[in-house]
């Protein structure tokens, strides 16, 4: 087999094998076929795309690039939950203990946040001394006991789809469905769970700005993990404006211990009740999407799931106290109230200008080793729909630094779009897809 024929027969419009994918992947992998034909190729599909058939094969493919765990050792369904990304996403801190508190084993494996966009791993180290840099038997152990570990993403999971990233994203060819949907879910298959919840964002501050393109998405995810033999299931959800009112990551966790105590903002309670149904169901704690609902109410409401993630954080060395006394968390040496320039409904909150905000105060990461401030970034007092009044808070920044708050601020008023109209409300969860 040659590299050449199957670029070849990709430009041409042709379909690849199963061996002939695998062939590529492998090749690559072992850095045997150099960057400049798979970037030939990547062009190729870009242009002619691939069939359900061929995004399958090139998913499992990548995903067996290296090691597959085997979680087959911990009892029960083991679940998984994926967000593709967004402002303000602190779901998965407080889903994973709600969920675990029901009693669906959580076996996760995150990353860290890259650009406006944060990862859980980040605004997990806002409790002091917490490592997600555990080793495999302690990760197996602790989900096995306590029925909850979230582990960093190790080098050696789909090796093959971190090359191929990288060179996707400095020869235009990330956004081609099939190689989105192939890349997050080789990750996901090779990290094991049986079950996997996706949570795929829509809007402005999403990878996907239309509904279209994200339900296109989460279809194809959901046919992937559902051919690969795991349940997937797919919830569509709204990223048009940040996601309850914390965008930062101690100020994120801080919302998340709201969420645990019942206090959280309506939003973000609505999503994690939405997914968190959907993983009880999934995990066969629930036989239906109402008795997951009652489950994880009453595991708010009898303190269960604030207690199981002290127990995470405890378990992987951190200080649990932060859970009970929030202020105990990284904080700001500034707090500032940003005023509303003119009067009128919050017609529209652009997410990306947000998330530029809250990396221009230093929450956020330029390069993959920058340092990050953990206390700083943003409050949200108003949102979509909500009327202000010309100096009443819009929002409330939190810094360190002010040159840095300077420029933030600046970026600030760019997100806020006020007008004369009250804008429909916009809806939080467009559709949930699952394997029929
Ligand atoms: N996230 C991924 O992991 N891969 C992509 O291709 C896009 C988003």
Redesign the pocket.
């Known amino acids: 087999m040659r590299m050449y024929d199957i670029i070849m027969k990709k430009r041409n419009g042709g379909k690849l094998s199963s061996e002939e994918i695998q062939f590529f992947i492998q090749g690559y992998t072992r850095g045997e076929i150099p960057d400049y034909q798979v970037s030939a190729l990547m062009m190729a599909v870009y242009f002619q795309g691939m069939d359900q058939e061929e995004t399958l094969a090139l998913t499992l493919a990548m995903a067996q690039s290296g090691d597959m765990l085997d979680l087959s050792g911990i009892r029960g369904v083991k679940v998984d939950k994926h967000s593709?990304?967004g402002v303000g996403d602190k779901t998965s801190l407080a889903l994973a203990p709600m969920v675990a508190a029901c009693g669906v084993k959580i076996a996760k494996m995150s990353g860290r946040g890259l650009g406006h966009t944060g990862g859980t791993i980040d605004k997990l180290e806002s409790f002091a001394g917490f490592s997600t840099g555990i080793s495999r038997t302690q990760f197996m152990t602790q989900v096995e006991e306590i029925g909850i570990s979230i582990m960093g993403q190790t080098a050696d999971l789909a090796p093959a789809?971190k090359k191929l990233?990288a060179l996707?994203d400095v020869t235009a060819t990330?956004d081609n469905m099939s190689?989105?949907a192939s890349?997050?879910m080789s990750?996901k298959l090779a990290a094991g769970a049986d079950a996997i919840v996706l949570d795929v964002k829509t809007g402005s501050g999403a990878?996907m700005k239309t509904l279209e393109d994200a339900l296109a998405l989460a279809r194809e995810m959901v046919r992937i993990g559902n051919g690969a033999g795991r349940h997937t299931v797919a919830v569509v959800s709204d990223m048009d404006q940040p996601l309850g009112r914390a965008v930062g990551n101690a100020l994120e966790v801080k919302e998340a211990i709201a969420a645990l105590r019942g206090e959280g903002p309506k939003d973000f309670m609505e999503l994690c009740m939405t997914l968190g149904s959907q993983m009880l169901v999934a995990g066969g704690r629930a036989r239906d999407g109402q008795q997951a609902r009652d489950m994880l109410e009453e595991a708010v409401r009898s303190g269960a799931a604030l207690e199981k993630l002290a127990e995470f954080i405890r378990a992987q060395g951190g200080d649990p106290g932060a859970v009970y006394d929030p202020s105990l968390l990284p904080r700001a040496s500034h707090v500032e109230p940003l005023l509303a320039r003119g009067e009128g409904y919050v017609r529209e909150i652009r997410c990306d200008e947000i998330g530029v905000c809250s990396l221009l105060l230093g929450g956020g990461r330029e390069t993959k080793d920058s340092e990050i401030d953990l206390a700083v970034g943003l409050v949200l007092e108003a949102k979509v729909g909500d009327y202000v009044k010309e100096g009443q808070p819009l929002a409330y920044l939190h810094y360190n630094d002010p040159a840095k708050a300077a420029a933030a601020r600046e970026r600030f008023y760019r997100a806020y779009t006020l007008g004369g109209e009250k804008p429909q409300s916009p809806a939080l969860i467009h559709r949930i897809l699952d394997r029929e």
Do not use: A, Q
């Open positions: 593709t990304g789809d990233y996707r990330v190689l989105i890349s997050i990750k990878f």
